[in-house]
């Protein structure tokens, strides 16, 4: 393992993927799948007890998404990707919440519109009975 200040400086360059091995990702699978890996925060064995970091273990992340190289090891390449991944699909669901929220608001528009015309029609109608009285 690399000492943290080698680690923010390991730039991921030049990383393409094979020819032919290449699959588009479901993002709100991701996302779903992501809300399921526990998040904790810890020290590592190579700080002090009083340094925490926040994320998820190695583990947990591998048996959601079976990525990387093993279970016990973490690659940033794929938590970021994961990231991404799961902002995407929180973004299509909100993009589909922002629809229906707008055909629901129209077709509320509408029955509204309906209401106060029978309202309207139904005033009209007591008060033709009551000068008819």
Do not use: C
């Not at 810890?42 to 992340?61: C, E, F, K, M």
């Amino acid at each position: 393992m690399l000492p943290a200040r080698q680690q923010r400086r390991l730039e991921l360059r030049d990383l393409r993927p094979r020819p032919g091995n290449q699959e588009i990702v479901d993002g709100v699978d991701i996302l779903q799948r992501l809300s399921q890996v526990p998040i904790s925060t810890w020290s590592t064995t190579h700080d002090d007890r009083t340094v925490r970091h926040i994320g998820p273990q190695a583990p947990d992340l591998y048996a959601a998404f079976g990525l990387g190289e093993d279970e016990q090891s973490l690659s940033a390449l794929d938590m970021n990707g994961i990231a991404f991944a799961a902002i995407q699909g929180l973004y299509q669901m909100l993009q589909e919440a922002q629809n229906t929220n707008q055909a629901l608001a129209a077709q509320n528009a509408g029955q509204q519109a309906q209401l106060d015309k029978l309202s309207s029609r139904l005033a009209a109608l007591e008060q033709a009975l009551g000068q008819s009285r």
